[in-house]
């Protein structure tokens, strides 16, 4: 056991097969490499607290939004039989939380690697999916675990649910990706729970959106590696009509979406769960990618980030105060 032990994981960001990814169509994801989560676990006399964003306590008192975190804390203390250690957990994140960003999942990857780091045991990447899993299932009810695979991966990533994650790069030198935060809180169990109460009410008009998705993801497979952005922007486009079609999207997030189109978006669409959250245009190029992030925020966007595929390098972050309305 150490005295001193760290855990870091990153924001997440679908491209394309949210919500398909659930009925086991395929999907594609990157992490951010500059919006972490860093998780410091010490030593101490006595008790067991954590301290984070919305709690500062002890890890027995955490309620509701962090009844996941804490099932996957007791389960990983119960694994190595040390129930009764001490330590104080710190974790400090710059996701916002419920945006999209796999804010619940990256928390959970990096306090499981904490947790490992701390008790001085080798993590491998089945046992970190399972373990994460145990806080997800409990945050969002039916989770696919992109999320969790994403946040903890090296690079991007096709994901189908219950299949080994392939990694592979996206091959898109010239094109940026711009991220803007509509500032309204996304519920992924809200929004999941929507989609399958459609599938029960009207799988005429549900399954074949779902279907839909995945063949739109399985093109944009082909399209990232030999590099076709103007094929990635209508992709983009027709997951968006899809997306808001299963109900998942919103007018703000339909507003964004065309500000982006026109300020020379290649292609626009919602990004995770939706029903508020996130969304992501494709630029083709840095200064259209600024031209873009500087429209949305002036419409209200309430934080932008860029993103290129060359590097996964972080370029720019830029904030506003109000909500687009
Ligand atoms: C949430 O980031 C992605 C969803 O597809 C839910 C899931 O896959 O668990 C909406």
């Known amino acids: 056991m150490k005295k001193q032990a760290f855990g870091k994981s990153y924001a997440k960001i679908i491209l394309f097969g949210e919500h398909s990814v659930v009925y086991n169509q395929p999907a594609i994801a990157i992490p951010l490499y500059s919006v972490d989560v860093n998780v410091e676990i010490n030593k101490a006399v006595s008790g067991q607290t954590i301290n984070c964003r919305y709690f500062d306590g002890p890890v027995e008192d955490m309620q509701d939004n962090l009844a996941g975190l804490k099932k996957l804390i007791y ?32 928390t959970a990857v990096a306090v499981t690697r904490a947790l490992f780091d701390y008790f001085d045991v080798h993590l491998n990447r089945d046992s970190l999916l399972e373990i994460a899993d145990i806080e997800e299932k409990v945050t969002h009810g039916n989770p696919s675990g992109i999320d969790s695979a994403t946040v903890s991966s090296d690079g991007g990533i096709w994901f189908i649910k219950g299949h080994e994650n392939e990694q592979f790069n996206l091959n898109l030198p010239t094109s940026s990706l711009v991220i803007a935060d509509s500032g309204i809180k996304g519920k992924t169990s809200e929004a999941v729970s929507l989609v399958a109460r459609n599938l029960l009410d009207e799988p005429e008009k549900t399954k074949p959106l779902i279907k839909n998705l995945g063949e739109i993801t399985n093109t944009a497979k082909e399209a990232l590696t030999v590099s076709e952005p103007m094929l990635i922007g209508k992709l983009m486009d027709q997951a968006q009509k899809d997306l808001s079609a299963l ?42 990618a600024q031209k873009i992030a500087t429209a949305l925020r002036t419409k209200g966007a309430t934080k932008t980030w860029i993103q290129t595929f060359k590097n996964y390098e972080f370029s720019m972050e830029e904030s506003n105060g109000d909500a687009v309305k």
């Open 75 to 106: 389960a990983t203390l119960k694994k190595f039989s040390k129930q009764s250690e001490s330590f104080e957990i710190k974790i400090s994140s710059k996701l916002p939380a419920e945006r999209g960003m796999g804010s619940s999942a990256a």
């Open 247 to 288: 109900g998942v999207s919103n007018k703000t997030l339909d507003k964004m979406c065309a500000i982006a189109k026109t300020n020379g978006a290649l292609g626009a669409k919602l990004t995770g769960s939706g029903l508020g959250g996130c969304m992501i245009a494709l630029a083709p190029s840095q200064e259209s």
